[in-house]
Structures are given as C-alpha cells and as structure tokens.
C-alpha cells in the first residue's frame, strides 16, 4: 500500500561509505551514554579489552586461550560498532538528502523594494516583512506571502516536483517558499521569515535529524529497555558470587558475555535507527514532519476529517446530463450551456462543454463572427456567461440563477427545487442556465469518486480508524458520495468552525484527530487537531498551525502519513518482542557452558549441567562464542527491516497481534536456536573455537 | 500419580471457579458502596467506627494520599507489634509465662527477632524464625499477630481496589479513600468469612481456647542424646572440638494449646500463613483433616480468584477479567502438576524399593509429608501456598525431591501473579498486565493502550521500578550470604546447591511476602533476621507505591473508545502473551541462579549425589 515514490537502496554504497566512518565516531562515550543499553555493552567491551591486555602480561588466574579471549573482546566491539552503523544508516539518506537541499540554498540576491525603487541586497540581510521583487528566472530569496501579482514557479528544489505551480496573490495559492525559481512574470514578496529559520533551513534541519528528540513512545521503550539491563546487570553481577560458591567461579569476559547477550541489545542498537528510518520514510513520501511527535500520533490516529473535494473525489465534477424544465428542448438547453461554458476554463467548464458536444454534436462555434463578451465568474453574483448579441446567457447556483430570472417574472423555484433536490440524492451538484433572462434548465454536475478510495477507507476501518468526510455541500449531497465512497461519516455544509467543534467532540472522547487543511481558515483546526498535514501550496498561516507539510499537496497522503505512523511503531514492538525472546536461547548456549565442569564426575569431562546444552554445541568456549557473535550479527541483519519497517498490513489490532506475536515472538524463540548453532558448527570447522 | 489424585487437584479448582463470580461481584458492590445482604449488620458498625474515627467516607484521595495514609498505618501497627512482643511478659493472656521476644538473647547476642517478626505481619509475610509456642504469649498471638492478619490483608485488598479504579475511572484525580476502602474489606470480605471460617475448622477439631499446655505421658518413652552441662548450665566441650553428650530420658510431652481456629481462619483466607505453631498447617490442632485442608486451600485462593472478576466488573470488561483468571489458572496448573509429578514419582536414588502408589501406601516421596495428606494434597497444598503468598506449610519443601522444591520457589519467584496475596495478587499481576500490553502493544500500530488507557513512559517507569524489587533484594541479599561463611553459610544445614536453593529460598520469601520457609537454614540470627525483616518491607512498600503512582496516573487520563484497532486484552491470545511475559521476565532474572540450585541439584541426584 505504501509506495516508495523515491525509491533509495538500503545499501547505496555512498552512504555505506560514511556509516562505516561514522560508526567509530559514535563510540564517543558522551553520545553512548544517550543509548543505555549500548552504554552498558561499550562499557563491558572496555573492561574485557583491558582485562585482556592485562592477561598479556600477566597470567591471571582460569584465562588460558587467549585466542578465545580475543574473539569475545572483538565481537563485543562489534556488537557495538554495529549499532552505531545501523544509526549511521538510517541517517545516512537524510543526511545525503541534506546535502542536495543546501545545494539550492545558494547565495542569492534579492532586490528590496523602498518606496518607489529596489535596491539590491544579499538575501542573508532580509527580514521579516522586507517587501522584494522577484522576476521571471530569478530565485525566490526567502519564504514569503505574495502581495502582488502571479507567476509560475519552480518548486522543483524541495518538492522533487519538476511541473511548475501558479502562485498568486491572494487567496490560497499565495505563499512561496526560499530557493525556488519564479519561471514567468513577476511578483512583490513580504518577506515571512529570518535567516536560518526559513522552511529550506527546517526542511534541511529535519532530514539530517540534527533536531531529533525522542518521542513519547521511544522514551517509554528506552525505559523499558534500560530497566530490563539493570535487571540483568543484577542477575549477572550476583550469579558470580553463586558461582565462587558453588566453586565454579567465572571469568570477566564469560560474564560479560552473558550479560551482552541477555541485556536487549538487538532492539537497544536498532531504536534510534528505527524512529529515524520512519521519519525519512515521510520524507520520501514528500511529506515533512516538524516532530517526530506528530509521526507516532499518526499512528495513533482515531479519527481522520477528509475534505471531499481532492480527497475523496476527483477535484473537478463533470456535466453528466442536461435537465430541462417543462417546455424547454433539452437541445436548447445544452446550446446555451455550452455557449456559456465555452470561455469558461475550469474543469466543469470543460466538461460541459464536451458533454454537449458528445450529446448532440454542437461544436464550440467562433464568436469573432458576434459580439460577444463574457462575464466572469464572481463570488457575489455566483453566475457567470456571456453576452452574445444582446442576449445574455447565464449559468450558476441555482438560487442565484432563480432570483436573476424572478427580476423579470419568471418565477421557476417550485419547478427548479424539485430537479435540484433529485440531483441533490444522486449526490451531484446542480447548476442552473438561463438564456434572456428566461430559465432554461439544469446541468447535473457529478462528483467523482476517486478509484480505490472504498477499499481504502474499508481497510480503516479494519484497523479501527473512523473516517468522516467534510464537505460544503448540502447534506443530501454529502450523504449520497459519502455512501458511494464508504467513508463512516461526513460533515455537510461545514464552516471552519464546524470542523474545529467536531475535532474538539472527537478529542473530548478521547480520540485522535488527523486532517489535512491548506487555506488559512483551516489554520485553527489544523492546529487542534493531532496530526495537521498542511498542503505546501497553502496558505502560510496554514503551513505554520499544522506539524506536517506534504510538499506535493495531495490531500490522500493522509492515509499513508497514518500508515507509516503505524508502520514505525510496530518496527519497535516487533523488534523489542524479538530481542526479548531471543534470551532463551542464549540462556540455554551460554549457562551450560560456563558450568559445564561444575559437579562433574572424578575426571569426567561433562558436569550435570550439560544436560541443558540442547544445542549440542562443540566446547563451552565455542558456545559462549556463537552466541556473542549471533548477538552482534543480528544487529546487522535486521537493518534493513529496521530502515524499511516491517510489513504494513491493514489488519485488526488482534490478527496483527496473532501475526505479529507469531512472527517475532515465537521467531525470535526459535531463531537463535538455529543461527547459534550454525555459528557454532561453522566456527568449529574453521577452528576458531 | 493416581486418578485420585488428579481429581481431587482438578476438584479444588472448580471449587475455585465457581466462587469466582459470587464473590467478583459481592466484592464489587462492597467497594461500590452499594447494598450487600451484610449491610444490616455491618453498616451501622462501619458508620460507628466512621464517626469514633473522624473519617469522612464521602471524601476520595489523590494516590500520593492514599499512598501515604496506608504507610503511616503500617508503619504505626508495626511500631505497636514490636512493643508487644517486648513487652509481653508484663502483660496478660500469658499462662506460659513466656519473656519479652528478645529479652533473653542478651547473652546469645541480639537477634532482632521481634523487629522480623513485625516487619514480616506487617507486610502480609507471616515469616516466622521463632518457634511460636515457645515465644509468643496468647495475647501476642491475638492483639499483636492476628491484628496484622486481619490488618495487612485488609490493606491489600484496598490497595487493589484503589489499583482497579486507577484502570476504570476517566480524567479523575483521586483512587478512593483508604480508611473506607480498609474498613471495608476488613468488615464485609474478611470477618464474615472467618467467623464461619473458624467455626468449620472448630468443627473438624482445631482447637480454641485460652488454656496453658497440657502435659501428656509419653506411653513408650523415648532416649535422647544432648549437650551435657555442667552445674552451671554450660556446654562441655571436649579437647577434640566436639561437645560432650549424654542421653536424657522424655516421659512427658507438652501440648501446647491456644486460641487456634480464631488465627487459623484468617491465616488462610487474608493469605498470612503465619502459624501458629511451628509445624504449621502440618499440625493436627491446625489442620486436622482433609476437609480441612480442603478449606484452607480454598480460603487461601478465595479473595484473590474474587478480585479477578471484580477487575472485570468495575473495569467494564468481564473478559479481561476472566483472561486475567485464565492467565494465573494455567501458570497454577503447571506448577501443580510438575510438582505432583515430582513428589509423586519418587526418588530415583531408592530404586528397586516399591515407591507406587496402592491400597496400602501412597507411594512417591513421602520425606516430610504428612501421612493424611499425602502425596497430591501435600503438593497441592504446596503449590497454592507459594502462588498466592501465604506461605502456610502442611509439608516440608525442602524434603520435596530438587524439581518438586523447585516448583513452590519459582512460584514465589514470579511475584504474587498466580492468584497471589489477597489484593497483592491483583495488582501483581496487573503490573504485568501493563508490562506486557506495553511490549507487545506497539505491535499492533498504537501507542499501547490499557482498557482504553494509553501506557506512556511514566506508566513504563513506576511498572519497571515494580519488577526491579524482586532481583535487586533476592538476589543481592542471598548473593552476600552464599559467600559469607561467618554470618551466611554457616547457618545452612545443608551444603552444595540444596544450600543455595535454602537461602534462595529465604530471601525469595521475605521479599515475595510469601513467609513459608523451605526450611533447612537456622534464620534467627541477627543477620537473616535483619536482612529477611527489609526485604519483606521492600518487597511490599517498593512495589506497593510505584504500583499507587500508576493507578493515580491512569486514572487522570482519558478513556480512548474501544475499536477494531484496540489492542485485544480479552483473547486467549492475551492470555497467552500474559503468560509468557511473566514466565519469560521471571525465568530471566532467577534462571542462572535456580540453575546452580535446584536445577543442577535434580540432575545431580540421577548421578547419585545428594546434598
């Protein structure tokens, strides 16, 4: 379901390259230190390494195979080294990423309006509420509002998107954004932000993860995590005393080893690289969140509030048929609408226009025969048309249709209700056409459903997250697509404020809201709810209230920022489950070796406690080994699936569980079993141990 | 193992079960404040202490309030049983005459016997290293000890309701009120049920009275031999180290007395354990017959079954309440039956003697346990005891066979959640209810949630410092004594890995407040008396509080509606995974320890050594 839109190997070799590096640079205590787990098994690497060099010198008592000594001392290292290059990883594409964002936050100029003239200045000196000119083939010098004027911009640099947008100003398509590149015409910037806090400087700031703080859920793990180490650390620091008792007692590298294995290395090494992984996967998906806070409430979602318009339907409706009222001649009434239609650009425009062509074959006609003149579409007479020969054609809303004809005696409405309100059923949207000022009829415009959204919405649901659909239309509309398009609720006729109670009754529930949102009245909603996606071709005010930016404004995405949302915290739990059962195992490796004498008979070379070497590993000494080194080399092998995360399934919480419990759970039972094994047999024949 | 047998395990359970939800739900009311058939009687009590009191039972606490009304009245009954072990030589109920606890160990060295001794009642322990005939006077044994019993069982039983409210209120402040919460369990789920309790037992012949001991003569004398003393009473030691011996004829046995069946009924059913006599449970005036073993046992799984569907009322979902029952039901049967098994199956080391089971023997290792019980009641009643924490004994745990003694340890070891101490047990369990719905929870896409309660880092801290109690006091204070030979060792009577699994033993049962002993070790010493009398208190007071700290959290937070995206707390599944953390975290922590105790001990009696 989710789709890497920039596919980037786990292994590229370039960042492959700068982990490697960057691994022996994290083993700096002071960063160790952040990690406890890690901390605990540098720490005990540290001593084995000293003990070691000591044992060089000076004999010291029970340590006879250096060799054996060696190889611990080093695999613990590694275990170490492994995790820093898992973290080195998964921050190696953002950090890659960084470096081709800064490219384009090149040094520019901008020319700062005074008055009457501009003045040329470096765009490092502007400030907020600077007024600046940029014209066609120059770079935007700094995030701002459009205060006069449109172009077509190039946004290429932080969407990854090569066509150019409008932006304009006004309305919602008026912000522009540091380091992009106006293509055509020119427009007058206010200036929205200082040096270094610009959305480039964000941007480059949340890739590179130089501002990652731990989330909510990572801290509560880091708890767990480094409580279950201390309870080991107790476990193994008083089995020695056990073991002087029952005069067995154990080297330092044994009992580090022990302790190595059984604290949750695998998830301890694997945490941060997963919370950072999960952040670059929105960050492939184009989607920039400001906290990795907002990521895990994505998962946590309740509640998604979906416009209609660009979401659940194709965002332009299409003429399905022409409705005419008693008396009228459907033919006449589709030559008026496609003469008023015929300067109308937008996509309804268009489709009235090809659907009175495919109906009844009326071509769009030349007018420099006429004298025409169109009238534009404008939010205070809601109609629009033209003026053909002294005869003015119109279409629009259907009651401000009603009323320009009621001005000259034709009262329609009773005839026109009952059209619109069948219209209104079928979930279409009505729009009225008069010519001379005399009613014609009605144009069925029909929201379409976009492909694949009741399937979608339908696996929501399955995981429990309820849908509801916020529209401006009347409620008869909404309730028809909201059927046809399966979402569980909708709002009809909202306002902002609308939206705003219903987030608020949802939170007081208890529930977690998402919305998406670009105009600057969505500002206040997408600030209330939990995860605000805001659309980058919105509004600034609306880019600031909510904690995600899509930089490619597609308004579906919400679905998948939930998905990656749930796809992060199940990599943890997955990967805590995993390290936790992989202990038995290692139990059962490493206990049996370090007594293997203990109690042994006169001369025998088994003790009783061999019995529980169900492995059958070769020597004490291989076994300790094996098991060290599975423990290191399941760090490594489970990067990817710590960069990728593991398979999202839209599944009730109880089969994932089932699944998921079976998978990591009972795998990771029965896993180290096998690999420790394998380890064992391979190292003995190639007699390292 | 006989069909029998197994009946009668399978029995006592369904026994078990069926007063699950009868008393979930008497439970549920008592602590609702709603009516109950005992109000006539009870309420104008509860109303009279109220107003005597100068407690207000409409007013609720914040869990920092609840937490500390319930230590400043332990720490004060404890204060006050100490002074009346000093002191009870000077006080009435005394027809043995018996010292002050600890008056006459000035020339021995002070043991501090009388801080364990209230320390361990306090804490719901019941760990006893005297010997109760010969030390506590009837009124000790009346106002001091069974006070406490009534008293610690009674606070647990408060603290896991104020823990259930935590999980079943929404956006409140405060967990309920501790002093109604007390008196209520004391009135309504504890003395009911132990005035009929005591009144059974009676019937089966448990004595109760107030009589000084009877002397009976000995029909077949018997010679012993003891230190023989000079005229001034001191041991004769000879050039060789040993000590001089002589052989003393007994012609008179002492029988002790006392108001038993009163103790006995709350011992059991407050899940105390705390004998009255040093056989304990294995004692005729304590347990007579099998009926009245059959009630014990009933007594000590009672409350704690009950609190499982009371979880599931208040908290609104009867299933978790039941996968809750589920969890601990499974955990008690394999602890039952390895422990049949083991005991059952007999000692290998005395093969080609005749250790079946038939008409005329019961057959299996009888070492230590009592011939009217026998093999299945003695492990019965073995593995019940440990699982619950009550820690009465009706057999010796250390004559079980390495694997049967294995059984009543790791039930300790797995902190009060099969069953457990009444109340203890619940929210035993219940931390780790939250431990592993939090683990696991994250699988499934969400912040882990709790009946609807989101588990966050707080939650995740109070839970862990919870399940550190238990490995930081076990084995830190059991690691010091196996390699101290003056104060440690030496008190073992037995070496190897019977000795660990002794002192294993010891410190698992302080710290869980089980208070069984496994036996075997000399304990009233001042170090084990000491060491013993902190891990009770930490392994009640450490956990109680983190434990209060989660309730009061959970209970301020939001209540997220349950969907089909909820993590499932009411499936086998969850059951399941219960199981499995708890058995994982438990086998964790103590397996390298248990596997130089019992576990090499087991495989070492195949090779023919014993210890």
């Not at chain 1, 941060?272 to 992984?277: N, R, T």
């Not at chain 1, 919305?515 to 600031?544: F, S, Y």
């Not at chain 2, 058995?583 to 390298?592: M, Y």
């Amino acid at each position: 379901m989710i789709k890497q839109t920039k596919k980037v190997a786990v292994w590229n070799w370039l960042i492959v390259k700068r982990a490697i590096a960057d691994s022996f640079v994290k083993l700096n205590p002071r960063a160790m230190m952040k990690n406890p787990v890690m901390f605990v098994v540098e720490v005990g690497s540290l001593l084995t390494t000293l003990q070691f060099i000591y044992g060089l010198f000076r004999p010291v008592a029970g340590v006879t195979n250096s060799k054996f000594e060696l190889q611990i001392t080093l695999w613990l290292w590694f275990t170490v080294l492994f995790a820093n290059f898992a973290e080195a990883m998964a921050e190696g594409r953002g950090k890659a990423q960084a470096d081709n964002l800064r490219k384009s936050r090149t040094e520019t100029t901008a020319k700062r309006l005074l008055n009457a003239t501009f003045e040329i200045v470096n765009a490092i000196a502007l400030r907020k509420d600077d007024v600046v000119l940029v014209v066609a083939g120059e770079f935007i010098p700094g995030d701002g509002e459009i205060i006069e004027g449109v172009a077509s911009v190039d946004e290429s640099a932080i969407t990854g998107e090569s066509a150019p947008v409008i932006r304009e100003a006004g309305g919602d398509r008026s912000a522009v954004t540091g380091g992009t590149r106006v293509l055509s015409d020119q427009i007058k910037i206010r200036i929205t932000s200082n040096p270094g806090e610009t959305f480039l400087d964000r941007m480059i700031a949340l890739v590179e993860g130089a501002e990652r703080q731990k989330t909510p859920n990572e801290i509560a793990l880091n708890i767990l995590l480094a409580g279950l180490t201390i309870i080991f650390l107790l476990a193994v620091v008083t089995l020695q005393p056990f073991a002087i008792y029952s005069n067995a007692p154990q080297t330092i590298f044994v009992l580090v080893s022990l302790l190595v294995c059984l604290i949750p290395t695998t998830i301890g090494g694997l945490l941060s690289a997963i919370g950072i992984a999960g952040m670059d996967r929105l960050i492939q998906h184009n989607v920039l969140a400001m906290s990795g806070r907002a990521v895990e409430a994505a998962g946590d979602v309740n509640t998604l509030l979906l416009d209609k318009t660009g979401t659940i339907t194709l965002g332009n409706r299409q003429a399905t048929e022409f409705i005419p009222l008693s008396g009228v001649k459907e033919q006449v009434l589709a030559d008026a609408a496609q003469l008023s239609s015929l300067a109308d650009e937008t996509p309804e425009g268009r489709s009235i226009v090809i659907l009175a062509k495919e109906k009844y074959g009326l071509r769009g006609r030349e007018f420099a025969a006429h004298e025409a003149t169109f009238i534009p579409f404008t939010a205070q007479t809601r109609m629009s048309g033209v003026d053909l020969n002294g005869f003015e054609i119109r279409k629009g809303a259907v009651d401000a249709i009603v009323k320009y004809v009621g001005a000259s005696g034709h009262d329609v409405s009773a005839e026109m209700t009952e059209i619109v309100e069948r219209i209104s059923k079928q979930g279409g949207t009505p729009l009225a056409v008069s010519y001379d000022k005399k009613p014609l009829g009605v144009i069925y415009l029909k929201d379409i459903v976009k492909g694949g959204m009741r399937e979608r919405f339908a696996h929501l649901r399955q995981m429990g997250i309820k849908t509801i659909m916020i529209t401006g239309d009347n409620p008869l509309t909404a309730a028809t697509i909201a059927r046809e398009a399966g979402v569980d609720d909708f709002l009809a006729q909202a306002t902002p404020e609308d939206k705003m109670r219903l987030i608020k009754e949802e939170q007081a529930g208890g529930k977690l809201v998402a919305m998406t949102g670009d105009g600057t009245n969505d500002a206040p909603a997408l600030a209330q709810a939990d995860v605000g996606v805001a659309m980058n071709t919105g509004t600034q005010a609306a880019k600031e209230a909510g904690n995600m930016v899509d930089l490619d404004s597609n308004p579906t995405k919400l679905i998948e920022v939930v998905e990656i949302g749930k796809q992060l915290l199940m990599t943890r739990g997955a990967l805590t489950t995993f390290s936790i059962a992989n202990d038995v195992a290692k139990y059962f490796a490493i206990i049996p070796a370090m007594f293997a004498m203990l109690y042994a008979a006169n001369g025998g070379a088994n003790g009783p406690l061999s019995a529980l070497n169900i492995m059958g590993l070769r020597t004490p000494q291989s076994a300790i080994l094996s098991a060290v080194i599975f423990n290191a080399l399941i760090i490594i092998t489970l990067i990817p699936l710590a960069l990728k995360g593991v398979k999202y399934r839209a599944l009730s919480a109880a089969s994932l569980l089932r699944r998921n419990l079976f998978i990591y759970g009972f795998g990771g039972l029965v896993a180290p079993f096998v690999g420790i094994k394998i380890i064992d047999v391979i190292i003995h024949a190639i007699g390292l141990a | 193992m006989t069909l029998n047998g197994w009946l009668q395990i399978l029995f006592f359970f369904l026994i078990i079960l069926a007063v699950t939800k009868p008393l979930g739900v008497f439970m549920a009311h008592v602590f609702n404040r709603e009516k109950t058939f005992l109000d006539p009687v009870l309420r104008p009590i509860e109303r009279l202490i109220y107003k005597l009191t100068g407690v207000d039972e409409k007013r609720e606490m914040r869990w920092t309030e609840y937490a500390v009304t319930m230590l400043l009245f332990s720490a004060v009954s404890m204060l006050v049983l100490y002074l009346i072990q000093r002191v009870q030589g000077h006080l009435p109920w005394n027809p043995q005459h018996l010292p002050g606890v600890d008056a006459g160990s000035s020339s021995t060295g002070f043991v501090a016997s009388a801080f364990n001794t209230a320390a361990s009642f306090t804490t719901n322990t019941n760990w006893q290293s005297y010997v109760p005939e010969t030390t506590m006077s009837y009124l000790t044994q009346m106002a001091g000890l069974a006070y406490h019993n009534f008293g610690s069982a009674a606070v647990g039983i408060a603290l896991a309701i104020a823990f259930i409210r935590g999980i079943a209120r929404r956006e409140m402040q405060t967990i309920g009120n501790f002093w109604v919460d007390f008196v209520r369990a004391s009135l309504w789920v504890l003395l009911p049920f132990c005035i009929v309790g005591a009144l059974l037992l009676v019937s089966q012949g448990v004595v109760q009275n107030l009589k000084p001991y009877d002397t009976a003569q000995l029909v077949e004398r018997q010679s012993i031999e003891v230190d023989k003393k000079d005229s001034a009473s001191n041991v004769i030691t000879k050039p060789d180290g040993t000590t001089e011996k002589e052989n003393q004829t007994v012609s008179e046995q002492t029988i002790a007395q006392g108001p038993v069946a009163s103790q006995e009924a709350i011992k059991m059913w407050g899940t105390n354990g705390g004998g009255f006599f040093n056989a304990n449970s294995a004692h005729p005036f304590e347990n007579p017959t099998p009926f009245s073993n059959l009630l014990e046992m009933f007594a000590i799984f009672a409350v704690s079954a009950g609190l499982t569907y009371t979880l599931g009322r208040l908290s609104g979902s009867q299933k978790h309440g039941w996968a809750v029952f589920a969890a601990m039901a499974v955990l008690f049967f394999v602890g039952a039956s390895v422990a049949y098994w083991a005991e059952a199956r007999g000692n290998p080391l005395l093969a080609g003697t005749n250790q079946t089971a038939n008409a005329t023997q019961s057959g299996g290792n009888m070492e230590g346990k009592e011939v009217r019980f026998g093999i299945a009641n003695s492990t019965l009643f073995a593995t019940a005891t440990t699982d619950a924490s009550c820690g009465a004994v009706n057999a010796m745990h250390d004559s079980f066979t390495p694997l049967g003694g294995l059984v009543p340890l790791a039930n300790i070891m797995l902190s009060e959640t099969i069953f457990g101490g009444v109340g203890a047990g619940m929210y035993g369990i219940l931390i780790y209810v939250v431990l592993s719905v939090f683990i696991a929870g994250l699988m499934v896409g969400r912040t882990p949630e709790y009946l609807g309660k989101k588990i966050e880092s707080y939650d995740v801290k109070m839970a862990m410092l919870v399940t550190l109690v238990f490995p930081l006091t076990i084995l830190l204070f059991a690691a010091i004594s196996v390699i101290a030979p003056s104060f440690g060792t030496s008190q073992l009577n037995n070496g190897g890995p019977h000795g660990l699994s002794e002192i294993l033993y010891t410190f698992t049962s302080g710290t869980g407040n089980n208070g069984s002993a496994f036996a075997g070790i000399s304990a009233n010493t001042y170090w084990y008396n000491t060491t013993i009398g902190v891990a009770t208190l930490i392994g009640r007071f450490m956990m109680i509080i983190p434990m209060l700290a989660i309730a009061g959290n959970l209970a301020r937070k939001k209540i997220v509606p349950p969907s089909l995206g909820t993590f499932p707390v009411t499936t086998p599944l969850f059951t399941v995974l219960l199981v499995s953390v708890i058995v994982i975290v438990g086998a964790l922590t103590f397996f390298p320890a248990l596997s130089l105790g019992p576990i090499v001990e087991h495989l070492l009696m195949y090779t023919g050594k014993t210890f």
